[in-house]
Protein backbone atom coordinates (compact mmCIF):
# COMPACT_ATOMS: atom_id res chain seq x y z
CA UNK A 1 0.00 0.00 0.00
CA UNK A 2 0.79 3.71 -0.36
CA UNK A 3 2.05 6.09 2.50
CA UNK A 4 3.04 9.56 2.80
CA UNK A 5 5.00 11.16 4.89
CA UNK A 6 6.23 14.57 5.90
CA UNK A 7 8.52 15.91 8.41
CA UNK A 8 9.36 17.47 10.49
CA UNK A 9 5.14 17.35 11.99
CA UNK A 10 5.91 21.11 13.54
CA UNK A 11 8.34 23.58 13.40
CA UNK A 12 8.91 27.38 14.52
CA UNK A 13 11.37 29.50 13.10
CA UNK A 14 12.23 33.15 12.81
CA UNK A 15 11.61 35.67 10.29
CA UNK A 16 14.20 35.48 8.06
CA UNK A 17 15.43 31.78 8.36
CA UNK A 18 15.75 29.18 6.09
CA UNK A 19 12.79 26.38 5.56
CA UNK A 20 13.05 23.06 4.18
CA UNK A 21 10.13 20.57 4.02
CA UNK A 22 10.17 17.14 2.85
CA UNK A 23 7.32 15.54 1.60
CA UNK A 24 8.18 11.45 0.37
CA UNK A 25 5.88 8.76 -0.98
CA UNK A 26 6.46 4.70 -0.93
CA UNK A 27 4.55 2.28 -2.65
CA UNK A 28 4.06 4.12 -6.14
CA UNK A 29 5.98 4.85 -8.83
CA UNK A 30 5.78 8.43 -10.89
CA UNK A 31 3.40 9.78 -8.95
CA UNK A 32 2.01 13.81 -9.21
CA UNK A 33 3.43 15.39 -5.90
CA UNK A 34 1.48 18.83 -4.90
CA UNK A 35 2.06 20.88 -1.92
CA UNK A 36 -0.52 23.16 -0.24
CA UNK A 37 -1.00 25.81 1.94
CA UNK A 38 -3.83 25.96 4.84
CA UNK A 39 -3.70 29.03 6.41
CA UNK A 40 -6.30 29.92 9.71
CA UNK A 41 -9.66 29.89 9.27
CA UNK A 42 -8.92 29.07 5.22
CA UNK A 43 -9.51 26.66 2.71
CA UNK A 44 -6.49 25.19 0.90
CA UNK A 45 -4.22 27.11 -1.44
CA UNK A 46 -2.29 24.62 -3.78
CA UNK A 47 1.43 26.09 -3.90
CA UNK A 48 3.45 23.86 -6.28
CA UNK A 49 2.74 20.50 -7.84
CA UNK A 50 4.75 17.62 -9.90
CA UNK A 51 4.37 15.53 -12.75
CA UNK A 52 8.05 14.51 -12.61
CA UNK A 53 11.44 14.96 -11.42
CA UNK A 54 12.25 18.61 -11.83
CA UNK A 55 9.04 19.56 -13.41
CA UNK A 56 7.24 22.00 -10.89
CA UNK A 57 4.48 24.07 -11.76
CA UNK A 58 3.68 27.42 -9.04
CA UNK A 59 0.58 28.69 -8.91
CA UNK A 60 1.16 31.87 -6.77
CA UNK A 61 4.06 34.15 -6.68
CA UNK A 62 5.44 33.81 -3.02
CA UNK A 63 8.08 33.08 -1.04
CA UNK A 64 8.04 29.48 -1.45
CA UNK A 65 10.10 26.84 -3.50
CA UNK A 66 10.00 23.65 -4.40
CA UNK A 67 11.65 21.04 -5.71
CA UNK A 68 11.78 17.16 -6.83
CA UNK A 69 14.87 16.02 -6.54
CA UNK A 70 13.61 11.98 -6.90
CA UNK A 71 10.82 10.55 -8.03
CA UNK A 72 9.10 10.13 -4.85
CA UNK A 73 10.56 13.14 -3.07
CA UNK A 74 9.36 17.05 -2.82
CA UNK A 75 10.64 19.52 -0.93
CA UNK A 76 9.42 23.27 0.21
CA UNK A 77 11.85 25.65 0.68
CA UNK A 78 12.36 29.30 1.51
CA UNK A 79 15.45 31.36 1.44
CA UNK A 80 13.64 34.00 4.09
CA UNK A 81 10.86 33.10 5.46
CA UNK A 82 7.80 36.06 6.36
CA UNK A 83 5.39 36.26 8.78
CA UNK A 84 2.96 35.23 6.61
CA UNK A 85 4.33 31.95 5.65
CA UNK A 86 2.83 30.62 8.75
CA UNK A 87 0.10 27.80 8.08
CA UNK A 88 -0.59 24.32 7.88
CA UNK A 89 1.44 22.68 4.91
CA UNK A 90 0.30 19.66 3.44
CA UNK A 91 1.72 17.32 0.85
CA UNK A 92 -0.23 14.97 -1.61
CA UNK A 93 0.16 12.51 -4.18
CA UNK A 94 -2.29 11.09 -6.80
CA UNK A 95 -1.55 8.50 -9.50
CA UNK A 96 0.32 9.72 -13.04
CA UNK A 97 -3.81 10.74 -14.88
CA UNK A 98 -5.07 8.71 -17.00
CA UNK A 99 -6.53 10.29 -20.14
CA UNK A 100 -9.71 11.63 -19.61
CA UNK A 101 -9.59 11.27 -15.52
CA UNK A 102 -9.22 13.20 -12.28
CA UNK A 103 -6.95 11.48 -10.36
CA UNK A 104 -7.75 11.27 -6.47
CA UNK A 105 -5.04 13.08 -3.93
CA UNK A 106 -4.01 11.49 -1.27
CA UNK A 107 -2.69 13.47 1.62
CA UNK A 108 0.21 13.62 4.19
CA UNK A 109 -0.05 14.46 7.91
CA UNK A 110 1.55 17.49 7.60
CA UNK A 111 3.47 20.47 8.83
CA UNK A 112 2.72 23.35 11.06
CA UNK A 113 4.92 26.35 10.64
CA UNK A 114 5.06 28.67 12.97
CA UNK A 115 7.21 31.64 11.92
CA UNK A 116 7.89 34.57 14.80
CA UNK B 1 -12.89 29.06 -14.04
CA UNK B 2 -13.32 26.46 -11.21
CA UNK B 3 -14.51 27.69 -7.79
CA UNK B 4 -16.01 25.74 -4.84
CA UNK B 5 -18.59 27.57 -1.92
CA UNK B 6 -19.51 25.72 0.91
CA UNK B 7 -21.72 27.33 2.83
CA UNK B 8 -21.54 27.85 6.13
CA UNK B 9 -18.18 27.67 8.12
CA UNK B 10 -19.65 26.34 11.32
CA UNK B 11 -22.58 23.30 11.65
CA UNK B 12 -23.56 22.09 14.79
CA UNK B 13 -25.46 18.91 14.76
CA UNK B 14 -26.84 16.82 17.94
CA UNK B 15 -25.41 13.45 18.54
CA UNK B 16 -27.83 10.94 16.38
CA UNK B 17 -29.58 14.47 13.92
CA UNK B 18 -29.28 14.59 10.35
CA UNK B 19 -25.60 16.30 9.14
CA UNK B 20 -26.11 18.15 6.25
CA UNK B 21 -22.94 20.03 4.74
CA UNK B 22 -23.28 22.22 1.56
CA UNK B 23 -21.53 22.90 -1.32
CA UNK B 24 -21.80 24.17 -5.12
CA UNK B 25 -19.14 24.21 -7.28
CA UNK B 26 -19.14 26.23 -10.18
CA UNK B 27 -17.26 24.41 -13.42
CA UNK B 28 -17.16 24.81 -17.51
CA UNK B 29 -17.60 21.88 -17.70
CA UNK B 30 -18.63 18.09 -16.27
CA UNK B 31 -17.05 18.37 -12.88
CA UNK B 32 -14.95 15.83 -10.70
CA UNK B 33 -15.91 16.07 -7.34
CA UNK B 34 -14.26 15.20 -3.70
CA UNK B 35 -15.22 15.43 0.07
CA UNK B 36 -12.39 15.50 2.65
CA UNK B 37 -12.46 15.34 6.07
CA UNK B 38 -9.91 16.88 8.15
CA UNK B 39 -9.45 16.07 12.11
CA UNK B 40 -7.22 18.23 14.10
CA UNK B 41 -3.42 18.47 13.27
CA UNK B 42 -3.88 15.85 10.48
CA UNK B 43 -3.58 15.87 6.77
CA UNK B 44 -7.63 15.31 4.46
CA UNK B 45 -8.93 12.03 3.96
CA UNK B 46 -11.15 10.89 1.52
CA UNK B 47 -14.57 10.63 1.92
CA UNK B 48 -15.88 10.17 -1.54
CA UNK B 49 -15.71 11.21 -5.08
CA UNK B 50 -18.25 11.71 -7.55
CA UNK B 51 -16.78 11.04 -11.30
CA UNK B 52 -20.01 10.95 -13.21
CA UNK B 53 -20.43 6.95 -12.81
CA UNK B 54 -23.64 7.72 -10.25
CA UNK B 55 -25.18 10.93 -8.98
CA UNK B 56 -25.38 9.18 -5.54
CA UNK B 57 -21.87 8.12 -4.15
CA UNK B 58 -21.35 6.53 -0.99
CA UNK B 59 -18.55 6.84 1.03
CA UNK B 60 -16.50 6.15 4.30
CA UNK B 61 -17.91 6.44 7.69
CA UNK B 62 -21.72 6.30 6.56
CA UNK B 63 -21.63 9.72 4.72
CA UNK B 64 -22.76 10.17 0.92
CA UNK B 65 -23.55 12.72 -1.64
CA UNK B 66 -25.60 13.25 -4.31
CA UNK B 67 -24.50 15.47 -7.55
CA UNK B 68 -27.39 17.63 -8.81
CA UNK B 69 -26.17 19.46 -12.01
CA UNK B 70 -29.66 21.69 -11.89
CA UNK B 71 -28.11 23.17 -8.83
CA UNK B 72 -24.88 22.79 -9.78
CA UNK B 73 -24.35 21.30 -5.67
CA UNK B 74 -22.72 18.29 -4.38
CA UNK B 75 -23.85 18.27 -0.37
CA UNK B 76 -22.76 15.64 2.06
CA UNK B 77 -25.07 13.88 4.50
CA UNK B 78 -25.24 11.41 6.84
CA UNK B 79 -28.46 10.00 8.57
CA UNK B 80 -27.41 10.03 12.69
CA UNK B 81 -24.18 11.97 13.56
CA UNK B 82 -21.57 10.25 16.27
CA UNK B 83 -19.15 12.10 18.32
CA UNK B 84 -16.35 10.76 16.63
CA UNK B 85 -17.66 12.94 13.09
CA UNK B 86 -16.21 16.09 14.53
CA UNK B 87 -13.73 17.41 12.01
CA UNK B 88 -13.90 20.13 9.18
CA UNK B 89 -15.05 18.84 6.10
CA UNK B 90 -13.93 20.14 2.62
CA UNK B 91 -15.43 19.78 -0.72
CA UNK B 92 -13.20 19.94 -4.04
CA UNK B 93 -13.61 20.47 -7.99
CA UNK B 94 -11.43 19.61 -10.34
CA UNK B 95 -11.84 18.88 -14.40
CA UNK B 96 -11.34 16.12 -16.46
CA UNK B 97 -7.29 15.74 -17.15
CA UNK B 98 -6.94 18.47 -14.47
CA UNK B 99 -3.68 18.36 -11.93
CA UNK B 100 -5.64 20.55 -9.48
CA UNK B 101 -7.45 20.41 -7.18
CA UNK B 102 -10.07 23.72 -5.92
CA UNK B 103 -11.04 23.54 -2.03
CA UNK B 104 -13.63 25.23 -0.51
CA UNK B 105 -12.87 27.04 2.69
CA UNK B 106 -14.39 24.13 5.02
CA UNK B 107 -17.08 23.62 7.34
CA UNK B 108 -16.40 22.79 10.68
CA UNK B 109 -18.41 20.13 12.39
CA UNK B 110 -19.56 19.96 15.92
CA UNK B 111 -21.38 16.85 17.32
CA UNK B 112 -23.58 17.87 20.75
CA UNK B 113 -23.70 14.67 22.68
Known amino acids: SQTIHQWPATLVQPVGSPLSLECTVEGTSNPNLYWYRQAAGRGLQLLFYSVGIGQISSEVPQNLSASRPQDRQFILSSKKLLLSDSGFYLC???????????????FGPGTRLLVL | AQSVTQLGSHVSVSEGALVLLRCNYSSSVPPYLFWYVQYPNQGLQLLLKYTSAATLVKGINGFEAEFKKSETSFHLTKPSAHMSDAAEYFC???????????FGTGTRLTVIP
Open chain 2, 92 to 102: AVSETGANNLF
Open chain 1, 92 to 106: AWSIRGLAGGSETQY
